[in-house]
């Protein structure tokens, strides 16, 4: 087998996404990646030390992508900071959907505890672009009075799990054939509704209300099993 062919760190990144997609970071090994490209298994250890090295450049530029990807959409959808947090979200899931190894890199947990400085920089700055959306968004009402911590918090949680149900293939076909990019943007909207900026902090209020200490009352046929 040939030692080099083309840019081979090029195409053992593209390989390596492609693997990610199909089976998973688990999956991944450069010997069998050298395998699929046709060269030696010592070929790809001139461009990277091992699997953790190879998936940090991956990662890293899927928080380039995600970035830019993101703050596109933000910019798109104008200056009213309200929109502009509906746009990242909707923008984030689509990005995981769209480039899907990027998006399995970026929340393994294993690529990140290997994480270099440059690394857990391109984390560090996807993040302050989450904080500055949010902080823009609570100025124009969005779970006013709640702590930025939290409010970013439920935003990202719910954002990330709508991206994993949307990759979760036995779940989506229970759910017949439904309209993705609909449910994308009716699920964003409950998490930031510019019509309603509030909303998702009265869901919390009314969830409260039913707190432990509080028994809700059960309805007739308690009552009727009492008086019987």
């Known amino acids: 087998m040939n030692y080099h062919h083309g840019n081979l760190r090029r195409e053992l990144l593209d390989r390596a996404a492609v693997v990610i997609t199909e089976q998973g970071v688990e999956a991944l090994s450069l010997r069998a990646l050298a395998q699929e490209l046709g060269v030696s298994h010592a070929a790809p250890a001139r461009h990277f ?4 090295d190879l998936l940090r450049v991956l990662a890293k530029e899927g928080f380039q992508k995600i970035t830019e990807y993101v703050l596109a959409a933000a910019d798109a959808a104008g200056p009213d900071p309200l929109e502009r947090g509906v746009a990242l979200g909707r923008a984030f899931v ?82 017949g054939a439904i309209d993705r990019d609909a449910l994308i943007e009716r699920a964003i909207r409950l998490i930031i509704d510019p019509s309603n900026p509030q909303t998702a902090r009265n869901v919390t209020s009314n969830a409260r209300k039913s707190a432990p200490g509080k028994v809700p009352d059960k309805g007739p046929a308690k009552r009727r099993r009492k008086s019987a």
């Open 94 to 175: 689509r990005f995981s959907q769209q480039y899907p190894a990027y998006y399995k890199i970026s929340i393994h947990p294993e690529v990140m505890a290997q994480a270099d400085d440059e690394l857990k920089e391109f984390h560090r700055a996807r993040t302050e672009v989450l904080f500055d959306v949010a902080r823009k968004a609570q100025a124009a009402g969005w779970l006013k009075g709640e702590d930025i911590e939290t409010a970013v918090a439920f935003s990202f949680a719910a954002v990330r799990g709508l991206a994993a149900v949307l990759s979760d293939k036995l779940f989506m076909r229970g759910m």
């Open 49 to 52: 030390r091992d699997k953790a």
